[in-house]
């Protein structure tokens, strides 16, 4: 075999078949976005969301069951996986808002927006979403909810961690209507949604006990999975008062499915797919942003087609995904990596060093 045939190595623990699946979702959205704003729909895309919560659930457990972190490693290491690109890009736009307001005609910013934005606090904006400054943002809120869940969760013994952090999702959803459905916190945090998380876990948890059904099988969920998300799609049904069901069934059976053929056999490494795979999340938060401003550009000279103005979207927000990912996402992930060993490695303070005390 020549070098030139060579087929790329996985990095260690990756699972290919997710790292497609995250960019297929991401993609959905943003199709879902540049139809929407170019005045045509396509609703279906919105379903990526439903698969990253299915995926992020998955993840968690494969990455945490065979050597369980603390709770307080665990956390460090998804703030850094999550927090550096959302700040840094929620500050540039409040920044931006403030400053030159005529970019962001629509957009409020206050000190409390702003700071609920940051730290992952459910709050309406001033259209009346349930929304950070950066709307995708939003589903960062249920994730990171999730997270600390899950990091309680650690505390558990491994055989008992699944049954536990499920029975905490399904009692809050249970007690959902006990409470107050516009307070925005209690509307996130008891969503329906959050069973998806739980349906990851179960999942991962097959994934690594090896108890996955047989890629025949596996064939038939994804093919399973793709019909039930068409049903969805084409019966006009409105998604949200079923969401977790409508969209969150065929997400977990797509998972389930890519999961079980590559638990049995290779998947082929596709450069295209593993790029957008791995830039999914910088495309995910950053293609609104790029859909905007491909929209006003082409206005401004007078180009005002539909068909043209979703196709530009689309290429911008994947050129601005792959861009953010690879120029200021993983050199932020790289940096905070480099900052978090170099702690640990520091020894700690001889008694001829240290301080007196004060």
């Keep these: 075999m020549t070098a030139a045939t060579v087929e790329p190595r996985k990095a260690p623990g990756e699972v290919r078949s997710i790292q497609y699946l995250r960019g297929f979702a991401a993609f959905g959205v943003l199709i879902y976005h540049a139809a929407e704003r170019a005045g045509g729909a396509f609703g279906l895309g919105a379903a990526g969301v439903d698969v990253f919560f299915v995926i992020s659930g998955f993840i968690m457990w494969v990455v945490t069951c065979r050597k369980p972190p603390s709770p307080h490693d665990f956390l460090i290491r998804r703030a850094q996986r999550i927090v550096p690109l959302y700040w840094g890009l929620t500050l540039l736009v409040a920044g931006v808002a403030v400053a030159a307001p005529f970019v962001f005609p629509n957009m409020r910013v206050s000190a409390e927006h702003l700071l609920m934005s940051l730290f992952f606090v459910p709050h309406y904006d001033s259209g009346g979403l349930i929304a950070p400054l950066i709307v995708p943002g939003w589903t960062l809120n249920y994730e990171m909810f999730f997270y600390v869940l899950f990091a309680a969760g650690l505390l558990a013994p491994t055989r008992v961690r699944p049954w536990l952090v499920t029975a905490a999702l399904v009692a809050l959803v249970a007690i959902r209507p006990l409470g107050d459905t516009s307070n925005a916190i209690w509307a996130t945090y008891t969503n329906p949604l959050l069973l998806e998380f739980a349906s990851g876990i179960w999942l991962g948890k097959a994934w690594a006990e090896d108890r996955l059904p047989s890629p025949r099988i596996g064939w038939a969920l994804v093919v399973a999975g793709l019909l039930g998300f068409a049903a969805a ?20 059976l797509l998972v389930a499915g890519a999961i079980s053929i590559e638990r049995h056999g290779p998947v082929p490494s596709m450069r295209p797919l593993q790029a957008l795979g791995d830039a999914s999340y910088s495309l995910y938060l950053i293609h609104g942003l790029a859909i905007s401003a491909v929209f006003r550009a082409l206005q401004m000279v007078g180009l005002t087609n539909p068909i043209l103005l979703f196709a530009a979207s689309i290429v911008a927000g994947v050129i601005a995904g792959l861009i953010g990912y690879h120029l200021v996402e993983k050199p932020m992930m790289k940096l905070f990596k480099t900052g978090m060993a170099a702690r640990r490695e520091r020894p700690s303070p001889g008694p001829a060093t240290q301080a007196p005390p004060a």
């Design 233 to 252: 799609g084409f019966s006009g049904i409105d998604v949200e008062r079923a969401r977790v069901l409508v969209w969150g069934i065929p997400s977990l």
